[in-house]
């Protein structure tokens, strides 16, 4: 598939500010499972300066100053073209010893992967909600891995209803599925959470959806990749039930989801700050 994204983001402010330097992740991915053929990035006010990163995850990323000028506005968009070529997620073989939970990583490669196999709202491991939803599907599948992850994902969107939520941290896992709600960020979270109750490396990823292309609205999106031995990074969306092919465009991705953030910044200034966005995705069949 070849997508055209236009992605407007807009925020107000209710007196003159001084804007920070700010990090922006929109530039999406260019890999084995998509090529960036064409991407373009305007901000007003004009930055003083502008630099290309690979920040610590590998992502690219642009960094941005504005120096002392003030401004009620700031504006940044991005056009982007990418095609995907995945159509077929499970397309690989795992290693013998990955096929059944928990998987026992290599020294070698735990050492690697530690970041992304700890618990992510506490600081004393993983969320005890996180682990019993892990033993209940692990018992229901007999510890196998791929139905393992099938399961969840399957489970999540069953049980779990989407909210729109632009703004805040993702919530805590436990409070997503004891409550049954969550934006994509949560169900995000909650997958990633009961994946490392079992052992597996788990990360946040940040992106688009091509979703229902008659509906007008349009968000940015959120879901998990899992690290499988003898097949990488996999990713699975659990808001919408998937594993993730062609459908899905990826930015950026950190076990930590504040590292995929798609702007972080600050200003200085008592302003009053309100966010906005226009999204476009345009779908179309490579010839």
Known sequence: MQYQIVHKTIYTYSQPITLEPHTIRLRPRSDGWQT?????LKILPTPVSQSQIIDLDGNAAIKVWFGSQTTE???IQ???QVETHCTNPFNFLLEPWANKLPIDYPSSM??????????????AGIDPVAIQLAQEIHHANNGETIGFLTALNERIYQNCQQVIRETGAPLPPSITWTEKSGSCRDSAILFMEVCRAVGLAARFVSGYQDGD???NDRHLHAWAEVFLPGAGWR???PTH??????GHIAVAASAIPQSAAPVKGGYKGKARSELSYKLS???????
Do not use: C, H, M, N
Not at 110 to 123: D, E, F, H
Not at 241 to 246: E, K, P, S, T
Not at 281 to 287: D, G, H, L, M, R
């Open 241 to 246: 039930g998937l594993a993730v092919a062609d």
């Open 213 to 215: 292309p008659d509906a």
């Open 281 to 287: 995705i345009q779908p179309a069949k490579v010839e």
């Open 235 to 237: 990713g699975f969306d």
């Open 36 to 40: 960036l053929q064409d991407f373009e």
């Open 110 to 123: 735990r050492s690697q992967l530690q970041p992304y196999l700890q618990g992510y709202w506490s600081t």
């Open 78 to 80: 991005t056009r982007s």
């Open 73 to 75: 506005l700031l504006e």
